[in-house]
């Protein structure tokens, strides 16, 4: 018996080792089969193949299959990961886009940058870089020439709007590193902070930003994480600990490997931890703001508003890699104080799924079989995971008018071309606040919009072509023939009609191109958050200091 229960634990204490030794060879066996072919296509295929192309292709098809945040950067691609993670790049400062003629064109110039500060307008169009012609390039072809070691100067060919001839402009390149924190300012007696992205000294600024609006008198916080996709978690630890004590515990990270698993614990003493808080998100707030706001929501230190969060609970590490290249890689999830991970989809469930679509032609759900387990906050409040972060107070928002939505991506150039002759007749405007789109610049805008042909898909009218398909395959159309005709003339494509319809959010795409071209980013947030419903309820929220209490009680 006793050498039968030893032969079993021999055995069992085998497994791990024999199936890493399996893992192993697996490996080695389709990297070298992986090797071999292509060696035999380069040898031996028709054409000269072009080696970089290729295996670029077969890589990103790899990662593909893994998740969509680990990448391969080549070396000609790693300015774009260090901005991302540092938010700093050697360039000129200005976002830069492709119309739809296929020229680039500066679509906006940072604040006190060497675009802004050479005269670059919002509209001009990319020529030259020094002898370089830019006819043909793509905007990220064009934006990796723009870039460069700060110090050095570049000669920029433009061609601006209502002028014959190109013009020059001598710019150096500096470090360019943009603001975290592009707008703050009181409103009624809450301080408001809009925070963009989690980069290098973010939470620094944060920290200034909260001390300058207390001076002016906020008595209250609130912080604006809508669109924020993360950044640097480290960052956002600093920023929880700006309102909480020192040495509680924020994040734990847990992998594979037992060298990513860490946590994060609060370094220093917390600048207020009695100012009352809300934090804004929505369903484009992601990674570090979701560990923001979930580690505040999870201490019951600030209310939680607006809408479900994204659900990236997923942390990213780089290794270097031969020929100045690096991976991005998942390596761990991250898990908040509850304990919760908010990631919301698993893409090793998603790969099983896609293999049972491949193998059977079934579409399944197999996360519709597991139930969201039940966290509490530090004060017994039920929270969830796997579904990014729920607000303690949501906020519903119309869905936005298809009119409103082509406008912004397929009408962009009209908007641009707009705003430009809007800016040659008026050299100045009024504060942000005073700002107002006129009856007659609605009326410019609208019939420049209609001249171009401008289109825009009407759902209604798709689905009533596809219904009308589905009525004449069944032999049902000839009866329903005058119902069919009488709806096709009411829900005819009619720009007038919708235009004057959703000229509320249409006046509000205006207003913000114009007013980013004379206060820049700060601007356009400043522009962008007048009447909004999430700020709205936040304040409501601060000034109800019982209902305030209550929902972090609840």
Same mark, same amino acid.
């Given at each position: 018996m006793k050498r039968t229960l030893l032969i079993l634990l021999t055995l069992v204490g085998m497994l791990p080792v024999r199936a890493q030794s399996e893992h192993s060879f697996e490996v080695a066996k389709n990297l070298d089969v992986f090797n071999s072919l292509y060696r035999q296509l380069d040898i031996f295929y028709v054409d000269t193949l072009e080696a970089d192309k290729l295996i670029r292709i =077969? #890589?990103? @098809?790899?990662?593909?299959? *893994?998740? $969509?945040?680990?990448?391969?950067?080549?070396?000609?691609?790693? /300015? /774009?990961?260090?901005?991302?993670?540092? +938010?700093?790049? +050697? =360039?000129? +400062? @200005?976002? #830069?886009?492709?119309?739809?003629? /296929?020229?680039? #064109?500066?679509?906006? $110039?940072? %604040?006190?940058?060497? @675009? @802004?500060? %050479? &005269?670059?307008?919002? =509209?001009?169009?990319? *020529?030259? #870089?020094?002898?370089?012609?830019?006819? &043909?390039?793509?905007?990220?072809?064009?934006s990796e020439l723009l870039r460069g070691e700060p110090g050095t100067t570049i000669v920029l060919r433009v061609q601006r709007p209502g002028e014959k001839k190109p013009r020059d402009f001598k710019i150096t390149r500096r470090s360019i590193k943009k603001a975290p924190i592009p707008f703050y300012g009181l409103m009624e007696d809450a301080g408001y902070i809009n925070l963009i992205e989690f980069t290098e000294g973010c939470a620094k600024d944060l920290r200034k930003a909260v001390i300058a609006l207390k001076e002016k008198g906020a008595k209250s916080i609130i912080i604006d994480l809508r669109g924020n996709r993360g950044g640097l978690l480290n960052e956002a630890v600093d920023i929880v600990n700006l309102f909480v004590p020192k040495d509680l515990q924020i994040v734990e990270m847990k992998g594979k490997l037992a060298a990513v698993h860490h946590s994060y614990v609060t370094q220093n003493e917390p600048l207020d931890m009695e100012i009352p808080l809300v934090v804004l998100v929505d369903d484009d707030t992601a990674s570090a703001s979701e560990i923001v706001a979930g580690s505040l929501q999870d201490l019951d230190r600030a209310v939680v508003v607006g809408s479900n969060t994204y659900g990236k609970g997923l942390v990213q590490s780089s290794r270097e890699l031969p020929y100045n290249g690096s991976l991005k890689l998942t390596t761990a999830k991250y898990y908040i104080p509850s304990g919760r991970c908010i990631q919301e989809i698993d893409y090793k469930q998603k790969r099983k799924e896609a293999e049972i679509y491949r193998e059977t032609g079934r579409r399944v759900s197999l996360k519709d079989s597991v139930k969201s387990q039940i966290f509490h906050t530090a004060g017994g409040r039920e929270v969830t995971e796997s579904n990014g972060i729920k607000p303690d107070v949501e906020v519903k928002h119309d869905t936005i008018a298809n009119v409103v939505f082509y406008i912004s991506r397929d009408g962009i150039d009209e908007l641009t071309d707009w705003g430009t002759k809007y800016v040659e007749k008026h050299p100045t405007i009024p504060a942000v606040k005073d700002f107002t789109i006129t009856d007659e610049d609605y009326d410019t805008f609208k019939k420049m919009l209609k001249d171009s042909g401008f289109k825009y898909d009407q759902l209604s009218e798709k689905r009533l072509e596809d219904l009308k398909k589905t009525a004449e395959f069944e032999g049902y159309y000839e009866e329903a023939k005058e119902e069919f005709e009488a709806l096709e003339k009411k829900l005819t494509h009619n720009l007038d009609r919708d235009m004057d319809k959703h000229q509320k959010n249409i006046r509000k795409l205006m207003a913000n191109e114009v007013v980013k071209r004379y206060y820049y980013e700060a601007g356009a947030v400043e522009e962008a958050i007048k009447d909004d419903e999430d700020i709205e309820k936040a304040l409501e929220v601060l000034h109800n200091e019982s209902e305030y209490k209550k929902i972090l009680s609840k």
């Open positions: =077969g #890589i990103n @098809a790899m990662l593909q299959e *893994l998740d $969509p945040y680990t990448v391969y950067y080549p070396e000609e691609k790693m /300015s /774009s990961l260090k901005m991302m993670t540092t +938010g700093k790049y +050697g =360039g000129m +400062g @200005a976002y #830069i886009r492709q119309r739809k003629d /296929s020229t680039v #064109i500066i679509q906006e $110039p940072f %604040a006190d940058s060497p @675009a @802004a500060e %050479a &005269g670059l307008h919002v =509209g001009d169009v990319l *020529l030259k #870089i020094d002898d370089k012609n830019l006819t &043909g390039l793509n905007s990220t072809e064009v």
